[in-house]
């Protein structure tokens, strides 16, 4: 085998709770985070022409495909620890989540290349020995190895995985600004109270139920930091309302904000009629 291919999933957060600050300014957090049915892919090849370089192609959105691209961080990172990874690497990554949305778009693709080198050299390397990897290159990292249902703390980097949560159609309406993260969590500051459930309440509702009733107070604190930098946000939250979801809710940092709805069908009826030419819209699902 000298390819491989894996699909890197986005991810959301279906809770989100900011708990403390660490002192190397780093936010805890526990959120409870989900893959949906939205992927990026890569193709990782070992390239023994290439002496200990790596050579990386970006097809589908402008983004770097240089040492400021995640996937380049972590192919370097891998070469770095394990002398089996010798020859150059040679990845295309081909782009379809929206870049600084929330959705873990780069956070995914790090995964993904840390699990096609494992593959590719035959390294051994468990799920937790990838994870702390991972955590080397951004707190989403971890998460992404695995995906599925998590609660994650920590920065969250701390993964716990959950029972895959039964399919949730759901509404992805992403308007046409990025956010950055670093922003708004510098606009956080510290503690942010809670409201609604906390993350280990709906955990434990949740493995009992696996499924989600959405009474319980799900949430994500930053949305009201976005929010205030950016109002458009909370406009896609009523404007999603008004198609009468079972719940609505801002992902990550945002600023792609989410609306669940029962059956697919309605999901995909709002994808069809929204108004907004300049927002990506997207009818999609929980994955495993
Ligand atoms: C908001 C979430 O998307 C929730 O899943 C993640 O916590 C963000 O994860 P990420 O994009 O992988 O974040 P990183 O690339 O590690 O961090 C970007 C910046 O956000 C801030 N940051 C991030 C995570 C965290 N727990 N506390 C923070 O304060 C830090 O300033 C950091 O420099
Ligand atoms: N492979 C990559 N895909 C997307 N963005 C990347 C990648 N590599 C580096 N970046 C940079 O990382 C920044 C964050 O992008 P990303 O799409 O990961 O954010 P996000 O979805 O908000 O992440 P999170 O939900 O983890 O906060 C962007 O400014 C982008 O330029």
């Given at each position: 085998m000298n390819r491989v291919e894996e699909r890197a999933p986005a991810k959301i957060n279906l809770h989100l709770d900011v708990i403390g600050r660490r002192s190397d300014g780093y936010h805890r957090l526990e959120t409870i985070m989900q893959s949906i049915s939205l992927y990026d892919r890569l193709l990782v090849a070992a390239n023994k022409?290439?002496?200990d370089r790596i050579k990386l192609e970006v097809r589908g959105k402008e983004l770097p495909?240089?040492?400021?691209?995640l996937v380049w961080q972590a192919a370097s990172l891998m070469m770095n620890k394990f002398a089996a990874v010798k020859p150059g690497l040679e990845i295309v990554l081909d782009k379809k989540i929206p870049v600084a949305?929330?959705?873990a778009g780069g956070s995914t693709d790090a995964a993904a290349v840390l699990r096609a080198v494992n593959r590719l050299f035959d390294l051994g390397l468990s799920r937790s020995g990838l994870e702390k990897l991972g955590a080397e290159l951004g707190a989403d990292v971890p998460f992404c190895i695995s995906g599925g249902t998590a609660l994650a703390r920590g920065a969250g980097e701390k993964i716990t995985p959950l029972s895959p949560l039964l399919n949730q159609p759901l509404v992805l309406v992403k308007p046409p600004f990025s956010v950055s993260t670093r922003q708004i969590f510098a606009e956080v500051s510290g503690r942010v109270d809670r409201e609604g459930a906390s993350a280990s309440e709906l955990v434990e509702l949740i493995e009992e139920?696996?499924?989600?009733?959405?009474?319980?107070g799900w949430h994500n604190a930053l949305e009201s930091f976005t929010c205030r930098l950016y109002p458009r946000v909370c406009e896609i939250k009523e404007k999603l309302e008004s198609f009468d979801p079972l719940h609505v809710q801002m992902t990550g940092s945002g600023p792609t904000v989410m609306a669940f709805f029962d059956e697919k069908r309605r999901a995909e009826e709002v994808k069809k009629t929204w108004?907004?030419?300049d927002d990506e819209v997207y009818a999609l699902e929980f994955v495993k």
């Open positions: 022409n290439r002496g495909a240089d040492r400021d691209n949305a929330g959705l139920k696996v499924s989600i009733s959405w009474q319980e108004s907004e030419e």
